[in-house]
């Protein structure tokens, strides 16, 4: 008898020194162990210097499966792109998502810090919410949501959340704009007609209450004859800089300052599930951009009626502008989108001034104002994913050993 218990103690013994370390695994290993994430952990292997000196007091590495990769139908194949990608995937911290209460949404610094795609501080920003039903949900550039699948994997330098579609490094504005966020076209020709996109795009740390096309439309005769200064400080009131603001943020009764030369405030109104900014309803939220965040509005707010008050039991609000019956002609949604003429365009251009809200896409290489936008190949990595080229193996160092 006691010769069998000592076997069975020794068994135990040799068992434990074998087994893998629970406490104690590396990235590498713990990837190894997912069968699903065989794409992202060769990615991982070959970028090494992402994961090198990473930050002592935790991170959390957002993983896509393999079935994210397949999702995008291909890569980008510009490789130079993938760092900046990965660099986003690394959540500041160890962000224990179940945890997380339903109905919170955190505002969480990633590991991206190049100003072309990150001009905030501390990082460019993930935003992360829980359903009522506690499904996890990331948002990311170009208005992308991803669904947490798998929480709180443990290795040694923090936690794995794995993902099953692919987030968007967010892009410059004008970027997000034309291949994202169709339905501000106007908003973006209106910017190039007063050369303030790279004011709007380069500005750190803003929130942009960017107006739709339909608000454009309304009277779009009389947006298009204003002169440059006239609707330069009609632009600038939709600025507000050195902040970014969710919708969650914006408190009622709260007075913003923005671009206007005068510093000109905007209000903010709450009523049951509406938030205004002076007569304007906020109708997409957290857009995020490389700069900051787009609050999309349903009006052109005007700057010589600062802080208005919306009628908030009204069906629609009073029009912020007056415009002269010559140059009132030709509004509404029937009428084309006003500015959009000032998009630049090169070769394989589209742009379209029809009716309603029309993408209007460029080819790389710029026109008017609009620096800079070379980023966005580096930055557009999980939108126009298309296939890792030049994959190779490397020799694993120690973090992945």
């Given at each position: 008898?006691?010769?069998?218990?000592?076997?069975?103690r020794?068994?135990a013994?040799?068992w434990?020194?074998?087994?893998?370390?629970?406490s104690?695994?590396?990235?590498?290993?713990?990837?190894?162990?997912?069968?699903?994430?065989?794409?992202?952990?060769r990615?991982?292997?070959?970028?090494?210097d992402v994961?090198?000196?990473l930050?002592?007091?935790?991170?959390?590495?957002?993983?896509?499966n393999?079935?994210?990769f397949?999702?995008?139908?291909?890569?980008?194949?510009d490789?130079?792109?993938?760092?900046?990608w990965?660099?986003?995937?690394?959540l500041?911290?160890?962000?224990?998502?179940?945890k997380?209460a339903p109905g919170?949404?955190?505002?969480?610094?990633?590991?991206?810090?190049?100003?072309?795609?990150a001009?905030?501080?501390?990082?460019?920003?993930?935003?992360?919410?829980v359903?009522?039903?506690?499904?996890?949900v990331l948002t990311?550039?170009?208005g992308?949501?991803?669904?947490v699948?798998?929480a709180?994997?443990?290795?040694?330098?923090?936690?794995?959340?794995?993902?099953?579609?692919?987030?968007?490094t967010?892009?410059?504005?004008?970027?997000?704009?034309?291949?994202?966020y169709t339905?501000?076209?106007g908003?973006?020709?209106?910017?190039?007609?007063a050369?303030?996109?790279?004011?709007?795009a380069?500005?750190?740390?803003?929130t942009?209450?960017?107006?739709h096309n339909?608000?454009?439309?309304?009277?779009?005769?009389?947006?298009?004859?204003?002169?440059?200064?006239?609707?330069?400080?009609?632009?600038?009131?939709?600025?507000?800089?050195?902040?970014?603001?969710?919708?969650?943020?914006?408190?009622?009764?709260?007075?913003?300052?923005?671009?206007?030369?005068?510093?000109?405030?905007?209000r903010?109104?709450?009523?049951?599930?509406d938030?205004?900014v002076?007569?304007?309803?906020?109708?997409q939220t957290?857009?995020?951009?490389?700069n900051?965040?787009?609050?999309?509005?349903?009006a052109?707010?005007?700057?010589?009626?600062?802080?208005?008050?919306?009628?908030?039991?009204?069906?629609?609000?009073?029009?912020a502008?007056?415009?002269?019956?010559?140059?009132?002609?030709?509004?509404?949604?029937?009428?084309?989108?006003?500015?959009?003429?000032?998009?630049?365009?090169?070769t394989?251009?589209t742009?379209?001034?029809s009716?309603?809200?029309?993408?209007?896409r460029?080819?790389e290489?710029?026109?008017?104002?609009?620096?800079?936008?070379?980023?966005?190949?580096?930055?557009?990595?999980?939108?126009?994913?298309?296939?890792?080229?030049?994959?190779?193996a490397?020799?694993?160092?120690?973090?992945?050993?």
């Amino acid at each position: 008898m006691r010769g069998a218990r000592n076997l069975t103690r020794l068994a135990a013994v040799l068992w434990l020194a074998t087994a893998p370390s629970v406490s104690a695994q590396s990235l590498g290993s713990v990837l190894a162990r997912q069968a699903n994430l065989t794409t992202f952990r060769r990615l991982v292997q070959e970028n090494q210097d992402v994961y090198t000196d990473l930050p002592k007091d935790g991170v959390t590495i957002i993983a896509p499966n393999d079935g994210a990769f397949v999702k995008g139908q291909g890569w980008d194949s510009d490789e130079s792109s993938i760092p900046e990608w990965l660099q986003y995937g690394i959540l500041s911290g160890r962000r224990a998502l179940e945890k997380l209460a339903p109905g919170d949404t955190q505002t969480i610094p990633t590991l991206l810090t190049d100003k072309r795609f990150a001009n905030v501080t501390n990082g460019q920003k993930v935003l992360v919410t829980v359903q009522p039903g506690g499904e996890v949900v990331l948002t990311s550039g170009a208005g992308t949501h991803v669904t947490v699948v798998k929480a709180d994997v443990p290795f040694d330098g923090g936690l794995v959340q794995i993902i099953e579609s692919l987030m968007v490094t967010p892009r410059r504005l004008e970027g997000s704009i034309r291949d994202s966020y169709t339905d501000l076209t106007g908003f973006l020709g209106a910017l190039y007609r007063a050369e303030l996109v790279d004011e709007f795009a380069e500005t750190a740390n803003s929130t942009i209450l960017a107006p739709h096309n339909a608000a454009w439309q309304r009277f779009g005769a009389g947006f298009e004859s204003m002169g440059r200064e006239e609707l330069r400080r009609v632009l600038r009131y939709h600025l507000v800089p050195g902040r970014v603001l969710r919708a969650a943020d914006l408190e009622d009764g709260t007075r913003l300052a923005t671009g206007d030369e005068k510093g000109t405030e905007v209000r903010v109104t709450r009523f049951i599930n509406d938030i205004y900014v002076d007569t304007g309803r906020i109708i997409q939220t957290d857009l995020l951009i490389a700069n900051g965040i787009i609050q999309v509005v349903d009006a052109v707010l005007n700057v010589d009626e600062g802080g208005a008050k919306p009628d908030v039991t009204a069906s629609a609000q009073a029009p912020a502008f007056t415009f002269a019956e010559e140059e009132a002609s030709g509004t509404g949604t029937a009428a084309d989108v006003p500015f959009t003429s000032a998009l630049p365009c090169t070769t394989e251009c589209t742009t379209s001034t029809s009716r309603g809200p029309q993408a209007t896409r460029t080819t790389e290489g710029n026109g008017g104002t609009a620096n800079g936008d070379d980023a966005d190949s580096a930055a557009g990595m999980g939108r126009e994913i298309a296939g890792v080229t030049g994959l190779f193996a490397g020799i694993l160092g120690v973090l992945f050993a």
